[in-house]
């Protein structure tokens, strides 16, 4: 049965159990697919966090972190600057923010083959202008581009945006969450209602109700329910905070673990790699392609027929293979190239001349061969599993912010981007703004999306 199959099916289940937990337990949902079970016990935790001074700045420093140099603009609103100062401390914060993120974590954007190096400028700038919600814009415009550009030229495209489902495969992306992804994503949007409740209980707005939100039996995360009259009376730029307030606490809660991750990777890794070189004993073939597609044309792989799966790659062209540097390294291109490969299997070596085609790829995966009788200590798998649930805790509550600065409803950045950017609109009232804004991001990132999930038709 397909994803979307699963999906529908998935979907008609919660809008049963929801309804039915309606008529017969009184309770209310949202969306017609999940319920709310409303507690006051949680309120605690909303107004210990409330006291704490460090929740209010922590939110205005999130502005920044979801707007960037639009948010250090917007925070600088009541200081009397002229406009073309105020204009050069806009490009030099964008140039400030910018070179930031080229610095910790330029690679990812300019060193990765899935990324063009237009796009990842494109991103490192976005982000440097608008924030979280300028990083979300600019991959999401970078793989649209993509997408456009491959299907017209025939070639196969990927989706720009997949389901975060843990425990699911998305289709055609290969992005997979582990189960207890389900766990960390309910507390960390459990955390991020709390921050939002803090700052309503600050700034003395009711919060009407408070609870847990429940997809079918299972806890999917929890909410905060203010009173709506009173935020349409409230100053806007204190609602700015409160609804900063909630992917701030998520980010911060990536960049904490990020920063465990990177200390205990430090020390882990000699052992790491002393374990894994008496467990590891080559690179080995795991999967052959029949056919690769050249300028949209599918043609024969060249490594098809002639590796197997469970091939050990012994060497290339004389030169001993122990990962896929190794590889890289010792093939040649426009020439055929020596391979000495052992079938895993019957233990039988043999050699095989192979020449890539004219892109340079054979059209085989690789992976490393374990020893089988190598038993692997456990505090090794121990250590493994604790580094991949710290990276999965930092990855979740990234694009939880992320996602949640986008710059239109219902997500907390599509209020604050209305307040933000309303201001440099200069005809009309602020009211019909704020609707402009609402209006250009609302169809500029629906359009977006829609662009970006084209392939999954295809």
Do not use: C
Request: proline share 3%; aromatic share 14%; net charge positive.
């Amino acid at each position: 049965m397909s994803f979307l199959s699963w999906a529908f099916i998935v979907l008609i289940a919660l809008a049963i159990i929801a309804f039915l937990a309606k008529k017969f337990l009184k309770l209310d949902n949202f969306l017609g697919l999940f319920i709310l079970v409303k507690t006051k016990k949680l309120m605690s935790i909303v107004e210990w966090l409330s006291k704490k001074k460090f929740v209010e700045k922590l939110a205005t420093i999130g502005v920044v972190v979801g707007f960037g140099a639009f948010g250090i603009d917007y925070l600088n609103r009541n200081k009397k600057t002229s406009k073309l100062k105020r204009f050069f401390l806009f490009v030099f914060n964008t140039f400030v923010i910018s070179f930031v993120v080229y610095f910790l974590v330029g690679s990812v954007f300019l060193n990765n083959p899935m990324i063009s190096l237009w796009g990842g400028y494109l991103i490192i700038f976005m982000t440097g202008l608008m924030g979280f919600s300028g990083l979300t814009i600019a991959s999401l415009i970078f793989s649209g581009v993509d997408i456009i550009i491959k299907t017209l030229a025939g070639e196969t495209a990927m989706p720009g945006v997949g389901l975060v489902l843990p425990g699911i495969r998305t289709p055609k992306i290969d992005f997979f969450i582990p189960w207890y992804g389900w766990i960390i994503l309910i507390f960390s949007a459990a955390i991020h209602e709390f921050f939002h409740g803090a700052m309503l209980k600050k700034f003395k707005l009711k919060i009407k109700s408070i609870g847990v939100i429940l997809a079918g039996i299972f806890p999917f995360g929890a909410f905060v329910e203010p009173d709506q009259k009173e935020m349409e009376k409230t100053n806007k730029h204190k609602l700015v905070k409160m609804y900063s307030s909630g992917p701030t606490s998520n980010a911060v809660i990536a960049v904490i673990f990020f920063i465990i991750l990177f200390i205990l990777s430090i020390f882990a890794s000699p052992y790491f790699s002393e374990i894994e070189s008496q467990n590891r004993i080559g690179i080995k073939v795991t999967n052959v392609s029949e056919t690769l597609s050249i300028d949209g044309v599918d043609v024969i792989s060249p490594a098809y027929g002639v590796l197997k799966e469970e091939d050990l790659i012994v060497s290339i062209n004389n030169e001993p293979i122990n990962n896929s540097a190794d590889i890289r390294n010792a093939t040649i291109k426009d020439q055929e190239n020596k391979f000495v490969l052992k079938n895993l299997e019957t233990q039988e070596q043999r050699t095989e001349l192979i020449k890539p085609n004219e892109q340079g790829t054979y059209g085989f995966s690789i992976d490393f061969a374990e020893n089988k009788e190598f038993v692997v200590p456990k505090n090794y798998s121990f250590l493994k599993s604790l580094l991949a649930i710290i990276t999965w805790i930092a990855l979740l509550n990234l694009i939880i912010s992320s996602v949640n600065f986008l710059p239109m409803i219902p997500f907390d950045g599509g209020f604050m981007s209305q307040v933000i950017f309303s201001r440099y609109l200069k005809k009309g009232t602020n009211k019909k703004n704020m609707k402009k804004v609402f209006k250009f991001f609302g169809i500029l990132i629906v359009l977006l999306l829609l662009l970006n999930v084209i392939p999954y038709f295809l």
